[in-house]
């Protein structure tokens, strides 16, 4: 029974050391802070929830400067909250 116990805190031992050499991998992320982007190119939307993209309606040079504005701020955005140095030329 003994050998049992043992064996059992073994585990428990190696398993907590393997989470807690992991966790700084949790907390190794970049800054999460919202990154200021400029949407006054495009129509504002009203104070009502919308159940579909409102944005999906759009068309021509519009539809252009909302698509652009979206990459632009997943470039900016993605990178810096999964902790990349990564710059990207709009």
Not at 16 to 27: E, R
Not at 53 to 62: K, S
């Amino acid at each position: 029974m003994k050998g049992i116990v043992t064996g059992k805190v073994k585990y428990l031992a190696l398993g907590l050391l393997a989470s807690s050499a992991l966790a700084g991998n949790v907390w190794a992320h970049g800054d999460v802070t919202p990154q200021a982007i400029d949407t006054s190119g495009i129509p504002q939307l009203g104070e009502e929830w919308a159940e579909t993209n409102p944005y999906r309606e759009l068309d021509g040079d519009t539809r252009e400067e909302v698509v652009r504005i979206g990459a632009s701020a997943t470039t900016k955005i993605v990178p810096a909250a999964m902790g990349l140095k990564v710059f990207l030329a709009e």
